[in-house]
């Protein structure tokens, strides 16, 4: 074999892969409202499905990147890839809201392995750093794709076969992956750079599974009652013993020492902002659209099309911005029109046009675009190529934790307006709850612009400063 036809082999693996992994992140969530009714269970039981994904995603993912670094990363992406094939029949052959969740969490473990792994191999595959943007671009096109097939597939697999199908969708693309991974990628690994955590692990899990739980019952057991405050109290001890097992490591799981730099730090909680508000508006809105306007799976897929279509040309252009003007424009750009949009359909209950709510998701999906790329690259230049599966599984670690914390705190805040709902008054106090939602996604998307925009306030670049380290970073200047 060539090394052209490998090299395209491996992209097309690598770029099917990541298409399958985010893929699960939208087709759910049309899907949630008949799983509701088969399973019978609430909007709760909808955030657990979607957040038992996110919370091993988010927080696997750095253990899934340094994985790949240390024992090889064709090796760990192949394992992720049998892994996500078999939590997807498991979550299709699931008979309770018990063991989809179970499948749900296989999922994103095996997610946790193959986003950073594909990013990886990206990086190890074209190491030019002008040219790796431009890939890095494609790849959020193709992320983009699956943002954009997955409400419609979605749609068009429940209105046809029933939820199921939805899970066994994956296993085709799969097996076809590993098949075609197998032959064209090439193994690499740098075990002197990357080292296991366990500690450090399940800290990370404990810290996100706690929160996320404790927010997710408040519904429950409410904001100030003692089983809700020992939950938080709890997630902020272990938040704390993990940041202290990880600044002691000589390598580990979570860089924390790079916190420190305030480009990197800004990058990273700039994307749990926009995984806060973008992804988590994005599920509440697929519910919405069913169980209070009454639309179909499919319907409510072709009406979010303007969003997810919006995405794939905006990725595009992300990394094209990033190869000649670097990361930092193209982030404040797409958080600022994200932000703005969500403000916007705050109204989405006033009865105007859907022409207007349709402008409005192609403006979120546009901003959305040119946002998500670009952090990845930011990230890779603060780090040497030996540790690019760390730096983009922390980046995309931070968006996913923040996905999780948006569908968590959001949906509560939905949950608490339809807490006496009966017949006559769901309607209406559902669209009164998706206006609250929405204007906290918004401000919560804002406050990661405005931390992006005072980067070069807080930080100006002496000529020393811009003087970059290595030849990656001169390439991609923040």
């Known amino acids: 074999m060539t090394t052209t036809n ?31 009714t088969d399973l019978d269970t609430t909007i709760t039981g909808s955030q ?23 024992f090889g990363r064709k090796r760990w992406f192949l394992i992720g890839m049998a892994l996500f094939l078999a939590g997807s029949l498991a979550c299709a052959l699931a008979p309770t809201l018990t063991a989809l969740v179970a499948g749900r969490g296989v999922q994103g473990v095996a997610a946790a392995l193959l986003v950073p792994g594909t990013l990886s191999i990206i990086g190890q595959t074209e190491p030019d750093p002008a040219r790796r943007a431009r890939l890095l671009g494609y790849w959020g096109m193709c992320a983009s794709a699956a943002v954009l097939a997955g409400p419609i597939i979605g749609g068009l697999l429940v209105d046809g076969f029933g939820w199921p199908a939805i899970f066994l969708i994956n296993l085709p693309i799969g097996v076809a992956v590993i098949l075609l991974g197998s032959r064209t990628i090439a193994e690499s690994a740098d075990p002197e750079h990357a080292s296991l955590d366990p500690a450090g692990q399940v800290l990370g899990i404990l810290t996100l599974g706690i929160l996320i739980y404790a927010i997710i019952e408040t519904r429950a057991n409410g904001w100030g009652s003692p089983t809700t405050i020992t939950l938080l109290g709890s997630a902020a001890v272990s938040a704390v013993a993990f940041a202290i097992v990880e600044w002691r490591q000589a390598k580990p799981m979570l860089p924390v020492r790079l916190f420190a730099d305030f480009r990197f730090a800004t990058v990273n909680i700039a994307s749990i902002l926009l995984g806060f508000g973008a992804n988590g508006a994005f599920i509440l809105l697929s519910l919405y659209f069913q169980q ?54 705050a109204t989405i209950g006033g009865g105007h046009p859907y022409l207007v709510t349709a402008v409005l998701f192609a403006l979120n999906g546009l901003g959305q675009g040119l946002a998500i790329t670009p952090a990845v690259a930011a990230t890779l230049q603060l780090v040497p190529r030996q540790r690019s599966g760390i730096a983009s599984a922390t980046v995309n670690t931070a968006r996913q934790g923040g996905s999780a914390l948006g569908i968590a705190g959001l949906g509560t805040i939905l949950s608490h307006r339809l807490a006496d709902a009966d017949e006559t008054t769901f309607r209406g106090l559902y669209g009164t709850g998706m206006r609250d939602v929405m204007l906290t996604a918004g401000v919560a998307v804002l406050v990661g612009a405005v931390l992006l925009a005072l980067q070069r306030v807080r930080r100006p670049a002496s000529p020393h400063q811009r003087r970059p380290a290595t030849a990656e970073q001169a390439q991609l200047p923040l």
């Open 6 to 36: 490998r090299r395209r082999g491996t992209l097309i693996a690598t770029f099917s892969a990541t298409f399958i992994a985010l893929l699960d992140l939208t087709i759910v969530a049309v899907a949630l409202p008949v799983m509701q």
């Open 292 to 345: 209070a306007q009454g639309h179909t799976a499919l319907v409510t897929g072709l009406l979010l099309v303007p969003m997810t279509a919006a995405i794939m040309p905006a990725s595009v252009l992300a990394g094209r911005l990033t190869a000649t003007r670097g990361p930092r424009l193209p982030m404040l750009i797409g958080y600022t029109l994200t932000g703005c949009s969500l403000l916007a359909l």
């Open 48 to 70: 657990w499905i979607v957040d038992a994904f996110s919370i091993c995603l988010a927080a696997c993912m750095l253990s899934g990147g340094s994985l790949g670094d240390r």
